[in-house]
Every structure is written in C-alpha cells, then in structure tokens.
C-alpha cells in the first residue's frame, strides 16, 4: 500500500509541478506554425481560388456547408473581400509570431482561428496534411508552447534581470492585447458569429478568462496560493494536452497500418508501385518509375511501411527503437514530400513526429542552430526576431536553445527550469514587462537568476 | 514524457562527446555553464563569437541557480491542503477529459464496432465538427486508377448560334502542373480532384444527388467548370457558356511487370447529364440549384459511355 501511495504522490508531482516537454512543445509549435506559414505564402497567389469570394466554393455554398456541420470559421462573417483579405493577413501573421513565440498563448489562439477560418471555410481543398494542422493549432492553445526558443522566453529573462537590478517592470502589451481580445470576442458572440457547433467558442472565451486570471493573480505575491494553484492547474492542462497530441500521432500511424494491412496491395507487396504512377501524386515521373522499377525494393517498402505505422505506438515503450523508428518515419516522410509532391503534409507530419523525440537531441539541434547563426556574420545585426541590438541580445534570444550542451548535470534542471518558466508565457499578461526588453542588456543577462 | 527527460539526463554525457565542432569556443562554454559559480567571472573574459556562444549558453545555466531555491515555492507540494484539493480536482477532470477525448477519436476512427453500433451518435456528437480525421491515405488499398475528369460546353455565340465545344481534360491540365513542381498548389493538387470526389460520394449510381450535399457538390462542379472554361477561353469572343457536361475518364493504372497480372487498359467513361449555367457566375448559385432537376430530365440518363 505504501508503494501505491508513492507513487501516485509522484506522479501527481510529476502532472502538477511542471509543464513537461518543454522542447517538444516549442519544437511542435514552431513546425506547425512554419508548415502553415509556408503554406500560406506558397498559395498567395491562390488564395482567392483557395478560400476568397471568387472562388468556386463560393461565400453560398460555404454558408450552406457550414450552416449543416456547425464548424468554426471566421470567414463567413462576410462575404466581402476586404474581410477576407484581413482574415487571410492575420492568420499569415499569427504562423508568423506563434513561430517566434510572441505572447504564445495569445497568439495561438489567433493561429487556432486562422487555421479553423481558412481551413472549415473551404473544407474540400484540403488534404491530411491541413487535417493535422487543424487539429494540432486546436490543440496547441492548450499548452505552455513557449517555454523556450521564444521571444516570450527572452522577455521574461529580460523581466527577471530588470528586477534583480530592482527596476519595477511592467507590462503594457498583455493587457492591451488582453483588453482587444475580449472586446472581439464580446461583438463576434453578441452579433451571432458563434452560433455554430459549440467547442471553439467556449475554448475562446475559456482562454480569455484565464489569460485574465493570470494576470489578477500575478499581482499577488510571488509564493501565494492561489498563483500556485493557477500554475499547477496550467501545468495539468498543458500536460493533458501533450498527451493528447502525442496519442493523436499514434492514432493517426495506427489507423494508416492496421486499415493497410487488410489491402490486399499491401499484402501482396505491390502498393507503393500505384501511388507512384497516379497522375496526381507524380510531379517527378522519371524518378516515380526508378524508385518502383525494382520489384523487391517496392515490396520491401510496401512491407516496411506498414510494419513502422502498426509498431510505432508500441516502441514508444522502448526508447532506442522509437527513435529508430521516427528516424525512419521522418525520411520516409521527407521523400513523400517529394516523389507524391506532398511537400505541406509531409512538413506537418514531421512536426507531429517530432513531439516524440528526445529532449537531449532536441537541445543538441537548438545547439547547432544557435551556433550557426552565431556564425552567420551578416546576421548579427540584421536577423534578430525582435528588437535586439547587440550580439549578447542575441545570444539571448537563443539562449535557451544551448543551455543543454553546457553541462551534464542540465537535465534535472530542465523540468525545474520548465516548472520556473511555465509562469511567463504570453499569457500572464500583466507581471512580466514587455518594455523590459528594452533595458535588458547583454551582460546583465549572466546575472539573471533570482527573482526576487 | 517521463521517459525522454530521464533519458536526457542519462544521455548528456554522450550527447556532448559524440558532438562536432571546434572544442575551443565550444569547451568555453561548458565550463562556462557548466560550474555555475564561475560563469559571471568567465564571460567578460571572452571575447568576439566565443564570447556571443559564450552567452548564449550560458544564460538558461544561470537561471537554474535559484530555481532551485525557489523550487519548494511551485508545485503541487507548495499548496496548503485547501488548494491541494482543488488541485487534485484540476488533475481528475483534465485526465478524465484525456481520456474521453481519446477514446472518442479512437472510435471515431476505428472500424465499424460493438461500441459504435450503440454509441455512433455521441462519437460523431463529439467528433464533429473539429475533430473529424480521416488518415486512410492509401488504405486499406492505394488507389489503382487515373481518374481524368473531362468537361465540354454549349456556348451561346455572338451570332445567336450554340456551339459545342470538345472535351477540356481538367485533371490532365492539372497533372502538367503538377508536373516538375516542387511544391504543387491545393488548386491543382486538391481542388478538382476532391469535388469530384465529393460529387461521387454524394450521388447515387443513378448520378441523383444524396441529401443537401449531393446539391452542393452539383454546384460546386459547375462553378469549377466555369472557372476551367474562362481559363481556356472557352466561350470564344463574345460567345457565353450557356450549358456544361463533365464526364469521367477511368484507367486502370498498368500493374507492376513482375506481377504478371493483367487489367483492362480501355478507359470507362461516366457521364453526367449537361447542366445549365448562367453566366453570372456569384449570382446565378442560387438559381442554379432550383433549375437543375430540370436540366438533368432534360439530359436524361448520362449512364457510363
């Protein structure tokens, strides 16, 4: 009994104390967001076709579909083009700033209700990739996304080293935003733009409450009750939602497998020849018929991609052979991309593979970008995502990423670092300051540390 | 996730071992980082990029100083016994929602079964809108036909007359630009493909429309029609496409040669009755949908040719 009694207190320590994953969820955040911000900018000059006024499945027949399913899309709120241009700019816009981790849980739900407009607006333009995306972005507002390798990571450093130098930091951008997003949602709903299928509504005003909270309790004392509290229960639902993001990947490999093995195609070991000769799914046709012109290559293909789906879920009790198999996943991935000419789908499902890959990889990988860019002279000056004017600045602005290649004894401190960080997403609007940034110098930075 | 943080810990001696790169900058900085006494002392005394990667590094070591202090302060253990119950209230609703959530989409795309014959409605009830997936991509057989989809015109002429155009094969447009590109659009890729689709799956083989979706896609179709057709300049110089026919163009793709099985290489055709349209293509929705149990009388049978 006593052991039972353990180890539930640890595991409640474990789902309260911190948001786990923090790598993960900022890497899955950032390969959404980029997947969808390509794609935007890719379909440009498509996307009147795509999702605009003129296309064929006009402002009617949207209206009628949706009037039937009840899915969420901002874009039937007018059948005016300016709208759908504004409509079109935001969700190009928040891929953008959810990509850099800009006030991430404000800025998510922006993402959410560019991806559900866009997407719910036009359903039958879609393929899996835009099904993974749409559910990841409704997904994704449930959790602390940018712990690390976000502008919201570097502001909440800058925020600390102003306060250990005992400057009074405030926050402007939170509650304006704040403030904006409630007034939007208070017309949208009282002019009826809601009165579809319940859930994304109720999420909406759900994430506005707390983005409230937030801020009402982070102007109580640092160690108070009820801060805790809020920290633990944003710690449960982000851990809720890691789960579920990781179970949906596993759903969507175990479907794909266990429908494939009842394909008499896949069984006889010929089904990845016919993919190869669709019309449709053949940008590369010389290369489609090199890769199907040995009849025991397609077959071990056919063979070994069911065998990867179905056994997927299952490695994930085994470390070693998971990341052989998402390693194998993601090349296959990579060459879909290219020989279907599903370059958007395979992006998205890399993404989704990555939430399983391990902390000290990812840490190694942010490692190399930071070096990298450290590397790069001309960018230096010119690429900081925000407004950083030195290179310590912009050390800072990665300064997350390394940490890892710097010690052995870094682990532990991740869940630590992660529980610690948790209180400074976008969404505790009012404590962190915004304007802080613009004192936080370089060196200062090495002295961040105690809060105070 | 338990196991992948556990897992770091356990790795990061290998991780930095295996690592490239020059080890002068690169050992700065773990020393830097890595004794967290020392890092205030060794940054200024860096210089140039080292200096850069220096700080880079060493910022997240640095604030794991007072984590840990303040770690006690976070967490479930921080919280008196009141909140703790509100706490654990948080923990068994979120997990119970998990679980639910998951459960439902398992359902939602598991086969036809037990719990579905008797649950199906609260499933699609939760599932759609939003949640609704589908990754049967090439399954349980990847498709094995090139479906071309093929349409043609009636056009009013400036003289009065009526001309019927040829047959404009839509897919084969979309196919050649599709060809050679990298990244091939949704317009090309998805869109003619998938109203095709739509239309198929909402119409019975007598081509009648099924529920308000079969009518939808019978729109949909016309107003790609029309889009394809301005494209190709069909119409001709003052001439106004009056009427619209799409037909199907089904091959069989050529079974692998080492399988030595063999598959019909004639086409089958299905043809759909020819449907008026107006020429207004953002007005005319409406009417068109009415009018069109007239127009598909008129056409009669399309049947496969």
Redesign the interface.
């Known amino acids: 009994m006593n052991g039972i009694a353990l180890s539930v207190s640890r595991g ?7 948001a ?2 923090p790598y ?1 969820t900022a890497v899955i955040r950032i390969g959404f967001a980029a997947t969808w911000l390509l794609f935007l900018l ?2 440009l000059p ?1 996307r009147d ?2 999702y605009g ?1 003129g296309g ?3 402002h ?2 949207a209206e ?2 949706v009037g ?5 899309t901002a874009l039937l709120w007018s059948d005016g083009r300016a709208w759908f241009e504004i409509v079109y700019a935001l969700a190009v816009l928040s891929s953008l700033l959810l990509l850099l981790g800009w006030r991430t849980r404000t800025v998510s739900v922006l993402f959410m209700v560019g991806v ?1 407009s866009l997407q ?1 607006r036009s359903v ?5 990739g835009d ?1 993974v995306l ?2 990841m972005s ?1 997904y994704l507002v449930l959790t602390r996304c940018g712990q690390v390798w976000s502008l919201d990571a570097r502001r909440a ?1 800058r925020a ?1 080293a102003a306060r250990a130098r005992g400057e009074r930091v405030v926050d402007r951008v939170g509650p304006v935003l704040w403030c904006v997003f409630g007034f939007l949602l208070l017309t949208v709903t009282l002019a009826g733009g809601m009165d ?2 319940w ?2 509504p109720v999420l909406l005003w759900a994430v506005w409450a707390a983005l409230g909270l937030w801020w009402a309790v982070g102007r109580l004392a ?2 108070s ?2 801060r ?2 809020l ?3 944003t710690n ?2 982000h ?2 939602a ?3 993001i990781m ?2 990947a596993c ?2 490999y175990a ?2 497998g266990w ?8 069984q ?1 070991g ?6 190869l ?4 799914f ?4 010389a290369l489609s018929d090199a890769l ?1 012109a040995s ?1 025991t290559m ?1 077959m071990l293909i056919t063979y070994g991609t069911v065998a990867v789906q179905v056994a997927f879920p299952f490695t ?1 009790f085994n ?1 070693r052979v998971k990341n052989v198999l998402l390693a194998v996943m993601m090349i296959e991935h990579a060459v879909i991309a ?1 020989t279907l ?1 599903l ?1 958007f789908f395979s992006l998205a499902m890399i993404a989704a593979d990555v939430v399983f ?5 990812l ?2 990988a942010g ?1 190399w970008v ?2 990298g860019r ?2 790069l002279p001309g960018r230096l000056s010119a690429g900081a995502p925000g407004s950083g004017r030195d ?2 600045d ?3 602005g ?20 992660s ?2 960080d948790s209180g400074r997403d976008g969404e505790d609007a009012g404590k962190r300051g915004g304007d802080a940034g613009e004192r936080g110098e ?2 200062e ?7 105070a | 996730m338990d196991a992948y943080d556990k897992g770091s810990d356990a790795r990061q001696g290998l991780g930095r071992d295996g690592r490239e790169g020059p080890p002068g900058p690169d050992d700065a900085a773990e020393q830097t980082g890595g004794s967290d006494g020392t890092e205030e002392a060794s940054a200024p005394g860096e210089t140039g990029e080292t200096g850069k990667t220096g700080e880079t590094v060493e910022v997240p070591e640095a604030r794991e100083v007072p984590v840990a202090p303040s770690g006690p302060r976070t967490g479930f253990a921080a919280l008196s016994p009141r909140y703790q119950v509100g706490a654990v209230a948080a923990l068994v609703a979120v997990a119970v929602a998990v679980c639910a959530h998951i459960g439902l989409v398992f359902l939602h795309v598991a086969p036809s079964n037990t719990l579905t014959k008797e649950h199906g409605s609260a499933v699609d009830e939760w599932v759609f809108p939003e949640f609704e997936q589908n990754w049967k991509l090439f399954a349980p057989n990847p498709l094995q036909q090139n479906v071309a989809v093929q349409v043609r015109a009636e056009v009013g002429t400036a003289d009065g007359g009526i001309r019927t155009t040829g047959w404009y094969d839509l897919s084969a447009e979309d196919g050649r630009a599709i060809d050679g590109n990298p990244l091939p659009s949704h317009t090309v890729q998805n869109e003619l493909r998938r109203a095709w689709d739509f239309f198929v799956s909402s119409h019975d083989s007598e081509d009648r429309p099924v529920g308000l979706r079969g009518s939808l896609s019978e729109t949909y179709l016309r107003r790609i029609a029309l889009l394809r057709l301005d494209r190709n300049g069909a119409a001709g110089p003052g001439g106004v496409v009056e009427r619209v026919q799409y037909r199907s163009r089904t091959t069989n793709v050529e079974p692998p040669p080492w399988s030595g099985e063999k598959v019909s290489d004639r086409p089958t055709y299905r043809e759909l009755p020819w449907w008026s349209v107006t020429p207004e293509r953002n007005d005319g929705n409406r009417d068109d949908g009415n009018r069109k149990d007239g127009a598909r009388k008129d056409a009669g049978e399309g049947g496969a040719a």
């Open positions: 409640i320590a474990r789902a309260t104390g911190a786990l994953g993960q890719r379909e498509h076709e795509l006024p064929p499945w006009s009617d027949l009628q579909m039937d399913n009840g899915a969420f559900l719910n039958f333009m879609g393929d899996g099904n749409h559910l409704i450093r600390d579809g299928d859930l994304v640092e160690g009750q009820p805790i509290l920290d633990v229960v449960i639902v851990n809720g890691l789960v579920v179970a949906e759903l969507i479907t794909a429908y494939k093995i009842q394909g008499s195609r896949w006889d010929t089904a990845v020849y016919y993919p000769h669709l019309d449709y053949s940008p590369w046709p199907a009849g397609v994930l470390r290219v000419g370059p890959l391990p902390t000290s990889f840490r190694r490692g930071a070096r450290a590397r290179g310590g912009r050390g800072g990665t300064a997350a990423v390394p940490g890892p290649r710097t010690e052995p004894g870094a682990g532990p401190g991740d869940g630590k670092d529980g610690e370089g060196s930075e090495t002295h961040v540390g105690f809060r």
